[in-house]
């Protein structure tokens, strides 16, 4: 009671030990076996006493990490914390699976402490402590016993031993004979390795022809508190006699075997004799039960002629150098009698081990690395070298290749390699070392083992910036555009990182030039003139940005040379255009015009287009005499609303002057994608709604959605039902479905209710789609109040009466506020004496004078009423969707903006603040109170 007590209270016993040298703290740790992962096993930094020998200021800099080992070691069973020092468990621990046969089970972790100057390896042995987690065992659930009628009391007859591979203490600690009849009993003898040999004992005289069968339960119970328990069903023939034991004829053997024996190679025959006859007197040979269980996978033995054999290539000497088997000679007799010897098999080591090498280098990502300016000496890496043969087969000499570094012992089976004491690096010669690392056993022959370790030099800032030039020279016409480039001077630093990032800086403060930090371009800081100065002499500095800065200087000369300055004018900075997508390339978009002051050869002006990106530039072309600009290829609005570009005026001087105006090309909508929906959406497998038969007229079951790539009306959609019209109701503007008549009269019945929506383009284009109803009497109705969509009361007529009016007022307002425009643009004009013309173009504008050309076949800006009317039947509805079926992908536009419906108000409202043209504003407003009021009319 009290282990079990200690068992589920305690789990973890900490003992700590301080053996060896100043550099190894041994640590004793144990934990108890089938803890979950992350279970606290013991705190390397408070148990090894860094606190007593590193001050304050250090301990937060320590690091903690478990080494690996080579053939993986017991280390992966656990995991440190980096900076706490707390070991955890890894894993689930299984004490018999990880120590099978070991009374004690103890694991052997190394936890190195960094960084390298205060690099210690302290040593950890973590006892794995058992849980009864194993009940016993027999091999089979039942057995057949036979016993001759004319067996005395006192006789005994073996039975099969149950198997335990928990500890000693909870392994099997009785048996127990469970029956009562007073014929039988029980009795356990404990063999030489540890194992029972369980016999029945027969207490009262048997007659077969009275009896001739019994049935007894044998139960074993280990220690564990609660105790486990095993059950072996015995069944007992009473037959009819052997009276002679085998005998061995030696009580033990020894025998000694070469690791490296081969699969099935014979290691020993023993023999014994039974003075009886017939099948009382024929012996069969085996392991028994433990021997088996513990080494029947490397072992076995002839059950005729008492050979012992290898049973498969695992001698290994490094894992077990000695196996002690205990066999049996057992007779044939119908009440058999058995012998046991013990054979101990000595494993003889060879050479056959080269020696494991693992390089730790104590960083995060493994890689090894030194500063150029480390003194000797200096830790680089941590190297583990293990051979597992014994004696000089196991004693090992380890060296490294390189001049520049050593190999620094520790302990017998530790190393660090260290920078040489001589030795001087120089990134900037070599950044990179590969070092071999070579460990040789003193076996005959010898086996070695090399690894190789790339070590990186890291910079340090030994370089300073040194320019390609002492004296740069430049060249800058008079009249200059203030920030315009000079020239650009360049230094090279070798070194890495902000050690080899170079920044300029000019050597004194001035107010003509000055220098970019990054690049080292020289910019004019304003206009140079001629007449006033024609050479510039400064002094300019490259420096790092080290934590010790180095610096050079160079001298920078700037001519300044004379030049025309009558640059081509345009008189507007800006300009708008408009067109319709899908335009046939070449289509007229609009033109511009810039003024040049010179005369002859040197005013004509030539035009040119510049853009951000190669897709704007690609998509116009502007006549080089003219200005006029036409579309190279044809636009899509949904793929893009708007081109912003730079349009470039060149006079024909030597040298030339330009003048530039920024040009915003706007493409307006037209309706050449259909909608599509995004539920029901058969593709995607969402189309399906259940409902239960008891949802009243008037509820919502769903809500149809579809999406259209296009803008304005031309995505403003209307929804309506194909079929099922009396059963089922559809609110146009949102697309929710609701219950036409009462169900409850159907158990169950699937409805594929055809849904078409229909855009407000002219002409207007639709799709369809099936939504599946499933009515079901099974589905539970939970009442949630809605109605049916598109049945208004009185409330939400007075609300639309009231929205009406609301409009119609506006509408007055608007209508207002373009007279007194009008009237206050005429007068401007006729006080300027001009006609008044506008020379931008928005997409309002287009919209209204496409409506009126003569080249179009259908409005940009017609209404849905009209659009819903050209078609009356729902057959010529559901060929439009079939034909409609493709639809065009869908891009953000270029200035970023998703929503065309936000975007293309956005542009035109945009447009207008910047040019502050009244007239455009009424142009604008009008084709907005437009789509307003067809809006209006649609509502």
């Given amino acids: 009671m009290m282990r079990g007590l200690l068992y589920t209270c305690l789990d973890i016993v900490v003992i700590v030990v301080f053996v060896g040298s100043a550099n190894v703290h041994a640590i004793k740790f144990q934990v108890t076996e089938e803890m979950s992962s992350g279970t606290f096993v013991g705190n390397v930094f408070e148990d090894a006493g860094l606190a007593s020998l590193y001050g304050p200021a250090i301990l937060p800099v320590l690091r903690y990490s478990i080494l690996s080992k080579p053939n993986g070691g017991t280390g992966r069973y656990f995991k440190i914390h980096e900076k706490t020092g707390v070991v955890r468990t890894a894993m689930k621990l299984d004490r018999d699976s990880i120590c099978r046969t070991k009374q004690m089970c103890v694991l052997n972790v190394d936890v190195a402490v960094s960084p390298a100057e205060y690099f210690k390896v302290i ?50 600690q009785g048996y127990e004979l469970l029956t009562d009849l007073t014929v039988f009993g029980l009795k356990v003898l404990t063999n030489l390795d540890g194992s029972t040999d369980v016999r029945l004992v027969l207490n009262e005289q048997l007659d077969r022809e009275t009896k001739d069968s019994y049935s007894v339960t044998v139960s074993a119970r280990d220690g564990g508190q609660p105790s486990l328990t095993g059950s072996l069903l015995v069944n007992i023939s009473i037959g009819d006699t052997n009276d002679n034991h085998p005998e061995f004829r030696n009580a033990s053997y020894h025998v000694y075997v070469f690791e490296n024996s081969t699969t099935d190679s014979v290691i020993l ?68 009698h058995s012998a046991y010897c013990v054979v101990i098999v000595h494993v003889v080591d060879i050479n056959d081990n080269a020696p494991s090498v693992t390089i730790n280098t104590l960083t995060p990502d493994g890689v090894a690395t030194v500063s150029e300016e480390a003194k000797g000496n200096t830790f680089i890496a941590h190297v583990s070298a293990v051979d597992l043969d014994n004696g000089k087969n196991g004693e090992l000499t380890c060296n490294v290749d390189n001049d520049m570094f050593a190999l620094e012992k520790l302990q017998k089976t530790q190393f660090k390699i260290v920078t040489s004491p001589l030795s001087k690096l120089d990134r900037e010669q070599t950044d990179r070392y590969v070092v071999t690392l070579t460990c040789v056993d003193r076996g005959r022959p010898a086996l070695s083992t090399s690894q190789k370790l790339t070590i990186i030099v890291t910079d340090w800032n030994d370089e300073a910036p040194r320019f390609t030039q002492m004296e740069y020279h430049a060249t800058i016409e008079e009249n200059n555009d203030k920030d315009k480039v000079v020239i650009r001077v360049l230094a090279i630093d070798g070194d890495l990182g902000n050690n080899g990032k170079v920044e300029y800086k000019l050597g004194s ?15 004019a800081a304003v206009p140079l003139d001629y007449e006033t100065v024609r050479e510039v002499s400064f002094t300019i500095i490259a420096y790092d940005l080290g934590d010790q800065p180095l610096s050079s200087t160079a001298t920078v000369v700037v001519t300044v040379t004379d030049v025309n300055d009558k640059p081509p004018v345009f008189p507007q900075s800006f300009y708008s255009f408009g067109t319709f997508e899908n335009q046939a390339v070449g289509t007229e978009i609009g033109n511009i015009l810039a003024v040049d002051g010179d005369s002859l050869v040197n005013g004509v002006v030539e035009y040119t287009l510049v853009a951000a990106d190669l897709e704007t530039l690609g998509s116009f072309a502007i006549d080089l005499r003219t200005g006029q600009i036409r579309n190279r290829r044809v636009l899509d609005r949904e793929y893009r609303s708007v081109y912003h570009l730079t349009a470039v005026a ?106 078409l929506v229909r855009d407000k383009g002219t002409p207007p284009r639709n799709s369809t789609a099936t939504l599946e109803v499933i009515v079901d009497k099974s589905v539970v109705y939970l009442a949630t109040g809605n109605k049916i969509p598109g049945h208004a009361s009185k409330r939400s007529l007075s609300s639309n009466l009231t929205t009406v009016a609301a409009v119609g007022g506006a509408s007055l307002v608007v209508i207002i506020i373009l007279v007194v425009a009008i009237i206050i643009i ?31 076949s259908r409005s940009v800006l017609s209404s849905d009423k009209d659009s819903i009317g050209s078609t009356n039947s729902c057959d010529k509805m559901v060929d439009e969707t079939t034909m409609d079926r493709q639809r065009k992908s869908v891009r953000p536009s270029a200035d970023g903006c998703s929503d065309d419906a936000k975007c293309g108000s956005r542009l035109s409202w945009t447009s207008l603040a910047r040019q502050q043209n009244a007239e455009q504003f009424v142009v604008i407003a009008a084709g907005v109170l437009r789509r307003r009021t067809a809006g209006d009319e649609d509502q």
């Fill in 123 to 172: 040593a950890v042995e973590i006892e794995v402590l058992d849980v009864n987690d194993n009940a016993p065992k027999f091999p089979q659930s039942s057995m057949k016993c036979v016993i001759p009628e004319s067996s005395l009391p006192g006789a005994t007859f073996t039975l099969l031993s149950a198997s335990d591979p928990d500890s000693t203490a909870n392994g099997i």
């Fill in 269 to 336: 025959q023993v023999e014994a004799f039974d003075s009886d006859i017939g099948e009382n007197g024929k012996l069969t040979y085996g392991l028994t039960d433990r021997t088996k269980q513990n080494y029947g996978d490397v072992f076995g033995m002839s059950s005729s002629t008492g050979e012992i054999f290898v049973r498969a290539s695992r001698l290994d000497y490094e894992v077990d150098t000695l196996y002690q088997l205990v066999v049996y000679a057992r007779d044939m007799g119908a009440v058999s």
């Fill in 509 to 523: 403060e001035q107010d003509t030039f000055y220098v970019n930090a990054n690049t080292g371009t020289v910019y």
């Fill in 650 to 755: 060149t006079d024909k001087e030597r040298p030339s002057l330009r003048s530039s105006a920024n040009l915003t090309i706007y493409v307006v909508d037209e309706n050449d994608n259909a909608p599509v929906f995004v539920f029901p959406n058969l593709t995607a497998d969402n189309n399906t709604v259940r409902v239960s038969n008891q949802i009243p007229r008037g509820h919502a079951i769903a809500e149809v959605s579809a999406t259209d790539a296009d803008n304005g009306q031309n995505a403003q959609l209307r929804y309506m039902l194909l079929n099922y019209r009396t059963t089922f109701h559809i609110d146009a503007l949102t697309g929710v479905v609701s219950i036409a008549k009462k169900l409850e009269s159907i158990r169950k019945k699937t409805y594929n209710v055809n849904v």
């Fill in 826 to 856: 005429k007068c401007s004009d006729r006080h300027q004496g001009r006609e008044p013309v506008s020379v931008y173009q928005t997409e309002a504008q287009i919209m209204l004078n496409a409506s009126n050309s003569e080249t179009r």
